[in-house]
């Protein structure tokens, strides 16, 4: 079954960085484009970072480019998500994704809070 476990939030100060982890499991990793979203609360959840298949090939929303960076281990089934200079305004429950055979998965979450 497939399985995307975050990891790596927390409270942080605006200025500071956090990584944030996905661990996958069930489907073919390397072949598959990972994605982080993030929903902040009372707002709609918004694509982040994407990072494709083996590739690498990356792209960002306007709002976090030269701020985070997201990478792929494909030897360990794992996408990061680099987040620093973070602001209030990061502050979001962040998702891991991936489609596979037709069906998006998601994790269950990271919170991120980005506060003095």
């Known amino acids: 079954q497939v399985q995307l476990v975050e990891s790596g939030g927390g409270l942080v100060q605006p200025g500071g960085s956090l990584r944030l982890s996905c661990a996958a499991s069930?489907?073919?990793?390397?072949?598959?484009?990972m994605k982080w979203y993030r929903q902040a609360p009372g707002k709609e959840r918004e694509l982040v970072a994407t990072i494709s298949n083996f590739w690498g090939r990356t792209n960002y929303t306007d709002s976090v480019k030269g701020r985070f960076t997201i990478s792929r281990d494909n030897s360990k089934n794992t996408v990061y998500l680099q987040m620093n200079s973070l602001k209030p305004e990061d502050t979001a429950v962040y998702y891991c994704n991936t489609r596979f055979s037709l069906v998006e998965y998601w994790g269950q979450g990271t919170l991120v809070t980005v506060s003095e």
């Open positions: 069930g489907f073919p990793f390397s072949s598959y484009t």
